[in-house]
């Protein structure tokens, strides 16, 4: 999984530098619920905060699965966590823990690098909008992706066989 996340926060900066390149020298960077622009920042503000989200937000959500196998098992928040966090499963539970919060790093950045192309596009347009449909259709795919992902996490360590 770590080469996975590398190689996508690697492919993430990349986007979304070369990307920023269209943008103005004031790029509209905050918009209203109708799409409207309604803050605005330099472009170099505006990117250096870009890259800093595309990077440091989706190692957090990685990190937190790894940082399971740091901390002692009474705070690690699991359903059946005597079981999974037995001795004999500790280390393939904490790897699985570590996997799949490395998967929904992956889409978080996905997510960011979409919403940073929205935000170009609103911004090389003339009207200065975010597209909205667009933006919505992501958002509910996130969402639904992020309970997909919280489902399948409970359906693994949920049940014990």
Same mark, same amino acid.
């Given at each position: 999984?770590?080469?996975?996340?590398?190689? /996508?926060?690697? +492919?993430?900066?990349?986007?979304?530098?070369?990307?920023?390149?269209? &943008? @103005?020298? *004031? %790029? $509209?960077?905050?918009?209203?619920?109708?799409?409207?622009?309604?803050?605005?920042? /330099?472009?170099? +503000?505006?990117?250096?905060?870009?890259?800093?989200?595309?990077?440091? &937000? @989706?190692? *957090? %959500? $990685?990190?937190?699965?790894?940082?399971?196998?740091?901390?002692?098992?009474?705070?690690?928040?699991?359903?059946?966590?005597?079981?999974?966090?037995?001795?004999?499963?500790?280390?393939?539970?904490?790897?699985?823990?570590?996997?799949?919060?490395?998967?929904?790093?992956?889409?978080?950045?996905?997510?960011?690098?979409?919403?940073?192309?929205?935000?170009?596009?609103?911004?090389?347009?003339?009207?200065?909008?975010?597209?909205?449909?667009?933006?919505?259709?992501?958002?509910?795919?996130?969402?639904?992706?992020?309970?997909?992902?919280?489902?399948?996490?409970?359906?693994?360590?949920?049940?014990?066989?």
């Amino acid at each position: 999984m770590r080469p996975v996340l590398i190689l /996508s926060a690697v +492919a993430g900066v990349v986007f979304v530098w070369l990307s920023g390149e269209a &943008l @103005p020298e *004031v %790029v $509209a960077s905050h918009f209203s619920a109708s799409g409207a622009a309604s803050g605005f920042m /330099s472009r170099g +503000a505006y990117l250096e905060s870009m890259l800093a989200l595309v990077v440091v &937000l @989706p190692f *957090v %959500v $990685a990190l937190s699965g790894r940082l399971a196998s740091l901390l002692p098992p009474r705070f690690v928040n699991l359903p059946n966590k005597a079981y999974w966090l037995a001795p004999e499963r500790q280390a393939a539970t904490l790897h699985t823990l570590s996997q799949r919060t490395g998967w929904l790093a992956v889409f978080l950045l996905a997510f960011l690098c979409f919403v940073h192309w929205l935000v170009v596009q609103a911004n090389i347009g003339s009207t200065k909008a975010l597209p909205q449909v667009p933006f919505f259709i992501g958002l509910a795919l996130l969402l639904v992706g992020t309970l997909g992902w919280a489902i399948a996490l409970h359906r693994r360590f949920g049940n014990v066989p």
